[in-house]
């Protein structure tokens, strides 16, 4: 079977992120939710997957959706996990994070202590140490959510280009080869280095 004709890049994590999902998924159903306007959560969600990979200050994403306006702090200059569309992830029903976003964000509130969209880069990098310490009992809902921006810059264009793939990188790499050695000393056994 050839794995790599059968699933994609994008595929792999996705199932990955959805099986951290269903592992929260139990204590999500016990724990408290956040009731609130769409456009609100929504930017609540943006604005924690730019804490965990800042981003350059945009009104759009990739796809084009729109970016809340207080979501981005702009503290990179390059692409963040918004720009690489981290919301459409959020919401994608195959990964089935719809189903913890409102305790998630119950407890996203309940941490900030104040309004997340409103505080600076240092008060939500605070806010997401207290929600990801293991002293708290939801943390899993956390970690699921943290996922999600990590997924959003490995699964797209303009993540992959930030990031250098061979190929995706702004000029390619013209010398890169596989044929090459990538060591030519030896130790004294006569291994590679």
């Not at 503290?75 to 029903?93: N, T």
């Amino acid at each position: 079977m050839d794995f790599e004709a059968e699933l994609t890049r994008r595929q792999v994590l996705a199932v990955g992120v959805a099986a951290l999902v269903a592992q929260a998924l139990p204590l999500a159903r016990s724990a408290p939710a956040l009731a609130a306007d769409p456009s609100y959560t929504d930017g609540l969600l943006q604005a924690y997957a730019d804490t965990l990979i800042p981003g350059r200050k945009v009104a759009l994403t990739e796809s084009g959706k729109p970016v809340h306006p207080q979501a981005v702090l702009g503290s990179d200059p390059r692409p963040g996990a918004v720009e690489c569309d981290a919301l459409a992830i959020y919401h994608d029903p195959r990964i089935g994070f719809d189903a913890l976003a409102p305790p998630f964000l119950a407890d996203l509130a309940l941490n900030a202590r104040g309004d997340f969209l409103s505080q600076d880069l240092a008060g939500r990098t605070a806010t997401c140490m207290r929600g990801l310490d293991f002293a708290n009992p939801l943390r899993i809902l956390w970690e699921a959510a943290a996922a999600v921006p990590f997924v959003a810059i490995a699964a797209t264009k303009t993540g992959t280009t930030m990031m250098g793939y061979p190929g995706a990188a702004p000029h390619g790499y013209r010398d890169f080869s596989y044929r090459r050695k990538l060591a030519r000393e030896r130790t004294r056994h006569g291994s590679l280095s």
